[in-house]
């Protein structure tokens, strides 16, 4: 692939320039190419290695993830170009003008000019990530292979649509008590490092003597009072260097993952939501006709939670050695007795896909279900939590105040 920087006049009369990345060594190849809308070249001019390198590190830096939902839509129309009878070059410039994407079209211009230089669509597609993720690369290269691109592509789009849909569950079961906890958390802070330091300055100049309470809160709010920097700067770097070694440490990502499953409400989310892209992606693979081992080997390497994907390893090891699906998967004790189950007589009747399918739906039942009950399951428990912490507060700040009042009182 090569840049050339080229000025046209069109087939309407226009004047058009800009930059083209073609399939071609040769000048000529890449002016007959420019040429075939019926348009006549003024000037082309292959662009040298600077040039070139420059033009790719801007594209690259205006590169961005293609969204679940655009992707979805993207494949879905051209699935249904395809079925129509349009080629699939023109499914392609046609659907490269519906996202409203510049950046997306010129990688799919790019995409068809390899293809009409006489690349596979599947091999022209693996460069651009952004917009064609790996399970949509797989179910491609099947679709070139069977001559069922158009089915292929509607399976990847309804494909999409249910993983981010998964996604979209996840994180709102995830957003609501991190969002309360972040507001408890900044109430707090701001109640003992504004409010009660003014109150307990007030009962010092008054000399009076303070209760083991308020002593505390004291305490607690010059603690933060003289430290609040230094603790949000080490709170920074420890979730910086979390970041950094779970990115690069596999022992710790493992460790991690392993202990995120088992936490009672975080775990139960994780685990309700990896079962079902597990679960949908398998049975999507088993219906497009990859075999067995295969799947699953695309399986574990689609997969981002550590646990979770190295039980796959074991489970495909254990495929290899001859033994069947559900007892691989009961060797992976990190699976539900339930998902078993289904997957044994899937395998028993023949009717695997399905048994994956129906697995995939239910918890994804299971997930909204969990969503929709959430905020009933938290709200309890932290209105507790912060009338406790806030009656703390308060009490401590209030008993001087009554203390005083008495002992005016009693004069």
Known sequence: MHYYKYKLITASGDVQTGKSKLPYNDLMSAVYHLERDGGTALHVKKLGFLSSLATKCQRLRLQKRLSKAHQSELLSNIALMLRSGITLTAALEEAAGSLGRSDVADDLSTII???????????????????FPKPVLHLIRIGEETGRLDAMLKNAADHLKKVQTIINNTKQALI??????????????????????????????????????????????????????????????????????????????KAFDTLLLKLPLAGTIASASILAFITEYFSLLLNAGVDLLHSMTILKNSMRNAAFKEKLGEITENLVRGDGIAES??????????????????????????????????YRNRL???????????????????????????????????DLASQVSGY
Do not use: C
């Open 329 to 362: 998967f009961r060797g992976g004790d990190i699976f539900p007795t339930y998902v078993i189950r289904m997957i044994n007589v899937g395998e028993m009747s023949g009717t695997l896909s399905e048994q994956l399918n129906h697995i995939a739906e239910e």
């Open 176 to 253: 609501y008590p991190s969002l309360v906890l972040t507001v408890m958390t900044a109430g707090f802070i701001f109640w003992v490092y504004y409010v009660a330091p003014k109150i307990l300055s007030l009962f010092e100049e008054m000399n009076i003597t303070l209760p083991a309470l308020t002593v505390v809160v004291m305490k607690v709010s010059y603690f933060f009072q003289d430290y609040l920097l230094y603790i949000l700067a080490g709170l920074g770097l420890l979730i910086f260097t979390f970041y950094v070694l779970y990115r690069w440490h596999p022992r710790l990502r």
């Open 368 to 402: 909204s279900n969990l969503v929709a009950a959430l905020g009933k399951m938290i709200e309890p428990v932290i209105l507790v939590t912060a009338g406790i912490l806030f009656a703390i507060i308060i009490m401590g700040l209030l008993l001087p105040v009554y």
């Open 113 to 131: 000019s390899s293809i009409q230089g006489g690349s596979a669509f599947s091999e022209a597609a693996k460069k651009y990530p952004h917009i």
